[in-house]
């Protein structure tokens, strides 16, 4: 196993300005992601967090409102641009340690007002 | 792309009972197939996986069966204990997107004592 911390872990932070959620693993991996949960619902993947290229995004999720960095193979950012209410949500990242199996970080519980 | 529908979306059972979820996808070429457990206000944990070339998997108490022709799989617990209590998420992997997670809703699990 590894041990993946999250920071910060919680924030409150006001509509329009941005906030930088750090993931850090104590191993080298390759493979990290960032995923959404929003209050009460399931986790919907970001992106992929890409050691060296730009990171790879799902539907309905852009560069522009989540830039995400991946300077090494053991810590990558996640940053929430020009937020409103509805970026509330819990921020995890995830790492594969093994083909396919990912393990969560503790999560970043984002409030914006 | 995939697609995972889970049910039930709440499960109450009564202390030493077995509890079933139930997850069907829709991507045939999905080959990893995982269980998350999360307790409140804690990380998705993993509590059990099973991968396409196998039909079923136990660890103690839990146990996961695959039926790739129907393309469902189940969460079993035995003998449920208080600390069972949980949101359960079963997830999809290995379709089109190499280490893509696609979750379920989710199962809110309830255990009396």
């Known amino acids: 196993s590894a041990v993946i911390s999250q920071k910060p872990s919680r924030d409150i932070c006001q509509r329009g300005t941005s906030l930088t959620i750090q993931c850090q693993v104590d191993s080298q991996v390759t493979m990290m992601f960032w995923y959404r949960q929003q209050p009460g619902q399931s986790l919907t993947l970001i992106a992929t967090?890409?050691?060296?290229?730009?990171?790879?995004?799902e539907s309905g999720f852009v560069i522009d409102k989540f830039p995400i960095s991946r300077p090494n193979l053991t810590f990558s950012t996640l940053t929430v641009s020009n937020m409103s209410p509805e970026d509330s949500s819990i921020y995890l990242c995830?790492?594969?340690?093994?083909?396919?199996?990912?393990?969560f970080g503790p999560g970043t519980r984002l409030t914006v007002l | 792309g995939e697609n995972v529908e889970q049910h039930p979306s709440t499960l109450s059972v009564q202390e030493g009972d077995s509890a079933v979820i139930k997850c069907t996808y829709s991507?045939?070429?999905?080959?990893?197939f995982p269980w998350y457990k999360q307790e409140l206000g804690k990380r998705p944990q993993l509590i059990i996986d099973i991968r396409s070339n196998v039909g079923e998997k136990k660890d103690q108490r839990i146990a996961v069966t695959l039926n790739k022709t129907a393309k469902h799989f189940s969460l079993h617990i035995t003998e449920t204990q208080p600390e069972d209590s949980a949101v359960y998420f079963c997830a999809a992997s290995g379709g089109g997107s190499q280490g893509n997670l696609i979750f379920g809703k989710g199962t809110k699990l309830s255990v009396k004592p």
């Open positions: 991507d045939s070429a999905s080959n990893y």
């Open positions: 967090a890409n050691q060296g290229s730009e990171a790879t995004y």
């Open positions: 995830s790492v594969e340690l093994l083909t396919d199996t990912q393990y």
